[in-house]
């Protein structure tokens, strides 16, 4: 077997499509593949599958697979059928080691789609040899042909959060399947429109919007109005971080304005007061016990805090609302200027605080994929562009079927 004929095998060239010639240039560091046909043969028209003959041919090249540690490219001359059938025309063939359009090869393209899930793409193009604007667009065609062929039929409970493109007001606005923990779609911005585009990209992939029954968000009013008017049936859950999230922000404040006043006495106590009791190391646990002996707002606000982390602990929805109420009457009671702020935010949010004992949903999931989208960004120290980051996120929480060769 000769060389063009083990390629041939190799590439899994069939006829009447070959291997012509294979040039090796040491100095170059290249392989080159000739690929052509036999004189006469006839391909598939592209649109009805009838043998045609060749009208005419065009030389196109497409990197390959790296042959050791040699660039390897695959050189063709592509050729244009003239279809029997007259309204057919003139058409392309479209060869079947690379997508139309493509300077790479499917196998290489593969190969692209595993090493961006693993590093930054601009590493994984300098390893490649290729610009990673090449590699980008890549990633964006598998991406846009996996959702293309996603269905969302299913989705009934859905959460949303958003996560920053890049320093300033720059966002990008992410929505997930609850139940099966899958990043839906995302899209520049993080106003009411966000959810709009949401439930339109949900039609066009089988969805119902009026399917929805259950939405889990942060307290944002730009989503609570999104959700409000685009997803009618949405019974909308408060995600709890958040509210004690508030709390814990409160708090933050007290500490900071006594700790100007009394700031030897308040020494080391930061963490002591953000921290549940449970994970207090023993000298922060010491402190918690000295400071609460003293008549302080910071003392007082952090009681408050854990009375309302108690309200997720309540047995049931009923026994919850009592809590709540008991919370809300003492926060809104107290001469603590921020205290009192949250207890607003708990009574303008109520229904939905409490509706998380019917769902039982919670952002974590979206606040621990909002931590890997973050972390690729810094190791990629930052995207050029946001749709790069959603296709980033995509690859990341997409749990898309790329059906790549193997």
């Known amino acids: 077997m000769n060389s063009e004929s083990l390629f041939t095998v190799a590439l899994g060239i069939t006829p009447p499509l070959h291997v012509e010639g294979v040039e090796f240039s040491k100095e170059n560091k290249r392989l080159d593949i000739k ?130 493109a ?12 609850m139940d099966e923990r899958q990043l839906l779609f995302g899209t520049a911005g993080h106003d009411h429109e966000t959810v709009k585009a949401f439930t339109e990209d949900l039609k066009a992939h089988n969805g119902v919007p009026e399917n929805i029954t259950d939405a ?7 989503f609570i109005k999104g959700v409000t008017e685009a997803l009618p049936n949405a019974e909308i859950t408060f995600d709890p971080f958040h509210l004690i999230k ?50 302080l707002k910071t003392a007082r606000a952090y009681l408050l805090k854990l009375a309302l982390q108690d309200v997720y602990f309540a047995p049931s929805h009923e026994e919850a609302t009592i809590r709540l109420k008991n919370w809300y009457s003492r926060a809104i009671r107290c001469q603590i200027k921020q205290v009192r702020e949250v207890a607003k935010t708990v009574k303008n949010h109520w229904h939905g605080i409490l509706s998380w004992f019917n769902s039982q949903l919670s952002n974590g999931f979206l606040e621990a994929v909002n931590g890997l989208i973050q972390a690729a960004k810094r190791r990629a ?24 060769p193997t």
């Not at 889990?216 to 009013?221: E, T, Y």
């Not at 120290?381 to 079927?401: E, S, V």
């Open 35 to 164: 690929i052509g046909f036999q004189r006469g043969a006839t391909f598939a028209c592209p649109v009805c599958g009838t043998a045609a003959p060749v009208h005419d041919t065009s030389e196109k090249t497409w990197r390959h697979l790296n042959f050791f540690q040699f660039e390897a490219y695959l050189t063709a001359r592509v050729p244009r059928v003239k279809c029997p059938n007259a309204d057919h025309g003139v058409k392309q063939v479209q060869v079947p080691w690379a997508r139309a359009g493509s300077g790479f090869t499917l196998l290489f393209e593969a190969l692209v789609m595993a090493l961006v899930r693993e590093m930054p793409v601009k590493a994984a193009a300098a390893m490649l040899g290729e610009h990673d604007t090449r590699i980008w667009r890549v990633i964006d065609h598998y991406v846009q042909s996996a959702r293309a062929q996603a269905d969302y039929s299913e989705v009934r409970r859905v959460g949303m959060d958003e996560t920053s």
């Open 166 to 177: 890049r320093r300033g007001q720059d966002y990008i606005s992410l929505f997930f399947d």
């Open 216 to 222: 889990c968000l942060d307290m944002s009013k730009a």
């Open 246 to 295: 508030h709390m814990n922000d409160a708090l933050s404040q007290v500490r900071a304005e006594e700790a100007k006043f009394y700031p030897e006495m308040m020494k080391g106590s930061r963490y002591a007061f953000l921290k549940n009791p449970e994970n207090l190391t023993p000298k922060q646990d010491a402190t918690l016990h000295r400071l609460c002996g003293y008549r």
């Open 381 to 404: 120290r930052g995207y050029r562009t946001t749709k790069n980051l959603i296709n980033m996120a995509y690859l990341i929480a997409g749990k898309l079927d790329f059906r790549l």
